[in-house]
């Protein structure tokens, strides 16, 4: 064969090598930060939470359960996409699963999980599958109990955090730590959050600072009511536009969460990460939703 088409055919070769390994390390990266961003349990700054922690005094004289606009039974997908390649690398799902008393707490039982397609599994030898189950309390929306089972490629992690809000503490253990905690205000986590942020008027331009989780420390975030958008239904153009109401974490303009304008007030699209260069959006992570079931009607009381 002739040295300058084996020459070529070497050329080809390494450049799809090259394109096949940077395509699997930002699909991954995408994966893992899609994952940690409805888990809660890593370090990275792109959260995306909207509730103003209660103090000590307004917790214990609260005791009417929060009027929610979900019930029991209510179930959101979510498509998580890359827009470098326009590719569909995770789904994400939540319900509303029950209602349990937990050390004398009334509280929501949110189970949520995450997954890798299977397009990714298969092209990038890759599973992430990660497990999600908080229990808020029905008066505060505070975090009482929130069990993480990680699977991410080869790291496995398993995390039990329990909050004692009459005692201002939290027991933090995986396989790594155990640890025990105070904190301030009203403790939250991800999932719960979003679903909390559905119980508040959010008015344009109002601002709110959260307590959250981060791993197994405390960090106060602000989140700014910044402008009503449509965008579209479940991601495609052909389907319509949706009235949304749009906040974003102040000083992150990367991350943002668009509810619907409507009773339901439902998370409709969640973008945790841009990553620019030369000015450009070069990597977006977005989860859409996909699919929306009302639940039962019924709710958690006191």
């Given at each position: 064969m002739n040295k300058r088409i084996i020459l070529i055919i070497?050329?080809?070769?390494?450049?799809?090598?090259?394109?096949?390994?940077?395509?699997?390390?930002?699909?991954?990266?995408?994966?893992?930060?899609?994952?940690?961003?409805?888990?809660?349990?890593?370090?990275?700054?792109?959260?995306l939470l909207l509730v103003e922690p209660v103090s000590?005094?307004?917790?214990?004289?609260?005791?009417?359960?929060?009027?929610?606009?979900?019930?029991?039974?209510?179930?959101?997908?979510?498509?998580?996409?890359?827009?470098l390649f326009n590719m569909v690398v995770g789904n994400q799902w939540m319900v509303v699963k029950e209602c349990k008393k937990i050390r004398g707490h009334q509280t929501y039982h949110i189970h949520a999980e995450i997954?890798?397609?299977k397009g990714v599994q298969k092209m990038f030898k890759y599973e992430l599958h990660d497990i999600v189950d908080e229990y808020v309390d029905v008066t505060t929306f505070g975090?009482?109990?929130?069990?993480?089972?990680?699977?991410?490629?080869?790291?496995?992690?398993?995390?039990?955090?329990?909050?004692?809000?009459?005692?201002?503490?939290y027991n933090y253990r995986d396989k790594r730590k155990d640890l025990w905690k105070n904190y301030k205000g009203t403790m939250v986590g991800l999932v719960g959050m979003l679903y909390y942020s559905r119980t508040l008027p959010l008015k344009m331009k109002d601002t709110f600072t959260i307590s959250l989780l981060n791993g197994s420390d405390?960090?106060?975030?602000?989140?700014?009511?910044?402008?009503?958008?449509k965008i579209s239904a479940h991601g495609v153009k052909d389907k319509g536009k949706i009235q949304c109401i749009r906040a974003?974490?102040?000083?992150?303009?990367?991350?943002?969460?668009?509810?619907?304008?409507?009773?339901?007030?439902?998370?409709?699209?969640?973008?945790?990460?841009t990553i620019k260069v030369a000015g450009l959006n070069f990597i977006t992570i977005t989860a859409w939703c996909t699919f929306y079931a009302a639940g039962n009607g019924a709710v958690c009381t006191q």
């Open positions: 070497t050329i080809i070769i390494a450049s799809l090598s090259v394109l096949y390994f940077s395509a699997r390390r930002i699909v991954l990266f995408s994966l893992n930060h899609a994952a940690r961003s409805i888990t809660a349990v890593d370090s990275m700054n792109t959260r000590a005094d307004e917790t214990a004289a609260s005791s009417t359960p929060i009027r929610t606009p979900f019930s029991i039974g209510e179930r959101i997908e979510f498509q998580v996409k890359i827009n997954h890798s397609t975090m009482i109990k929130v069990h993480t089972q990680i699977h991410e490629g080869d790291f496995k992690n398993d995390v039990h955090v329990d909050v004692y809000p009459e005692n201002k503490a405390i960090r106060y975030l602000n989140i700014l009511v910044e402008a009503k958008d974003r974490q102040i000083g992150n303009e990367n991350v943002s969460l668009w509810i619907t304008d409507d009773s339901r007030y439902a998370p409709a699209r969640m973008r945790t990460l």
